[in-house]
């Protein structure tokens, strides 16, 4: 018991330095002033980012949780990978009709519902160990967080300054990567009760639940005005996939990527011989490499041109992925080569998003996000069942042998697309 009370403080006490810093960042304060900046702590910047980290949480913790459950149960990794992609089944879903809410109930309401349907469904797995409900509950916090993502991601962009626009987001995707890389951490907690992870995550939510109650303002976003585009949908989303589908492909990368590793990595690690705890501690190295090098790529794409930086992080990434099988069960190998690909994948989707901005009119901007959106949510249901159905009828190895050429693909792809100079920022780097 003391142990467990131990590990929960050092979380707790890693966690507000962490937050502290990102914070002072994304204001764009000095360290030298941490004092005077630490008093008006509770800012709405800082509630995003509070947002975004337990929305990480909660993804970071349930796929692998839930996998290592269903392995344990003798559940075959097919139908593992498909029982997973029902949290992004729910997260599509929601994409579709998150803007008619948005406009409907404002951020700070969607936020809210999108927090109560993950803290209710979050207890409720560890109870129950039917898959018909285990599968309804992921689809309900599929739906949750993609409410509070689409909503807090939006919001961030109104309420911050244009000229701190691009290290906010970059600040707001490394949040993300923190609480997406603690989850998994989470397994070790299973020990003293398979409830306790679930339970301290529902209670996480619930406090931040309600900062933003209390310290959020209620508000709506102002409706779009196009201008003379009145394309019909389908001639927008047609125009912007004409002039920006490589930039496109990363998030849809991104989301396979992200699921396949979190759903089908606990069983490839269990099939070659690593134990629950060494993959507990193997799935965050991943998310960790990414925050290493997310605003590092961010400033290289600014100097050197987005679409070369993702074809290089492509190539290398995919190259890495072909060389995890042989690797085997060697944890520090597998560490080592989890850091460094997470570093060069793990800001695909904010890179791809940053690209589109890049080549497409200011006023398709709003559709290609909810396009990239989509994609990720895509690419999250499709990579556990893939990953789950190479594993359950060829080798293990094959999940990341199909990881390392889809990643080759898009890298390739690349030498094909060719952006329209008229729809060029001014300070896009020609490639």
Known sequence: MLAYLNYILQVIAESRHLLTIFFLFSEGADITSMEIQQKRLISPVFILIMVVIVAGLS????LPVLSIFMEER?????????????????????????????????????????????????????????????FVLRLLVGIGDNALHFASQLWMLLITPPHQRGKNISIYGMSYGIGFSIGPLAIKLLPYGRLVPFLLLAILFALVALLVYLKMPDTVPDKMNEGQEQATGQRKVARIYRLAWFALIPSLLYGYMEAAMNSNFPIYGLRTGLTAGQISTLLPFFGIGGLILQLPLGYLSDRYGRKIILMIAGSLGGLL???????????????????????????????????????????????????????????????????????????????????????????????????????????????
Not at 59 to 62: A, E, I, V
Not at 349 to 378: M, Q
């Open 59 to 62: 993804q970071g913790l349930l």
């Open 74 to 134: 003798g559940i075959s990794s097919s139908v593992n990978g498909l029982h997973a992609a029902a949290l992004y089944v729910g997260s599509f879903g929601m994409s579709l009709v998150a803007v008619k809410v948005l406009e409907r109930i404002g951020f700070k309401k969607l936020i809210l519902w999108g927090m109560v349907l993950v803290t209710v469904a979050l207890p409720i797995f560890p109870l129950i160990s039917n898959l018909e409900v285990w």
């Open 321 to 431: 992925f072909l060389f995890v099988p042989l690797i085997g069960n060697h944890y520090f190998g597998l560490m080592l080569i989890f850091m460094v690909t997470g570093g060069l994948v793990g800001s695909f989707f904010s890179l791809g998003l940053a690209y589109a901005a890049d080549i497409l009119p200011r006023h398709l901007l709003p559709t290609a996000n909810v396009i990239a959106s989509i994609h990720f949510n895509l690419g999250s249901i499709v990579g556990p069942n893939f990953g789950g159905i190479a594993m359950h009828f060829g080798s293990a190895g094959l999940l990341f042998v199909l990881l390392g050429l889809f990643y080759l693909l898009f890298t390739i792809a690349g030498f094909a697309f060719r952006p329209e100079s008229g729809n060029k920022s001014a300070n896009m780097k020609m490639v």
